[in-house]
């Protein structure tokens, strides 16, 4: 079960930061992940990190302001969002179990196994 918190409305240039509690899905921790989602668009990937050697990728829209991590136990997942910006906002998802192109977790929804049920960060 992967349980997101920490959305809220934010005022362009404020920060973030996202939670995502893990419990059950140890065998999935190896790639963990943030994904957004406006009404009507695809799910995108926003951040992943590959937790035994802590490799990251990010969206290109989000590199340089936001940081993925997780915690010594690897059950929390976290999400620092700086200088945001309107087109930040979005529905956020916490995602485990995807799957690694060139030793990176992949960005692409479609591998993911596990999804939380979504937090909403509202940048006006």
């Known amino acids: 079960q992967l349980v997101e918190s920490g959305g809220e409305s934010v005022q362009p240039g404020g920060s973030l930061k996202l939670s995502c509690a893990a419990s059950g899905v140890a065998d999935e921790r190896n790639c963990m992940a943030w994904f957004r989602q406006l009404a009507g668009k695809e799910r995108e990937g926003v951040a992943t990190?590959?937790?035994?050697?802590?490799?990251?990728s990010y969206a290109d829209s989000v590199k340089g302001r936001f940081t993925i991590s997780t915690d010594s136990a690897k059950s929390t997942l976290y999400l620092q969002m700086n200088s945001l910006k309107p087109e930040d906002t979005a529905m956020y998802y916490c995602?485990?179990?995807?799957?690694?192109?060139?030793?990176?977790?992949?960005?692409?929804?479609?591998?993911?196994?596990?999804w939380g049920q979504g937090t909403q960060v509202t940048v006006s």
């Open positions: 995602a485990a179990g995807g799957g690694m192109i060139d030793g990176y977790c992949t960005l692409s929804s479609s591998s993911w196994t596990r």
């Open positions: 990190i590959f937790t035994p050697f802590g490799r990251t």
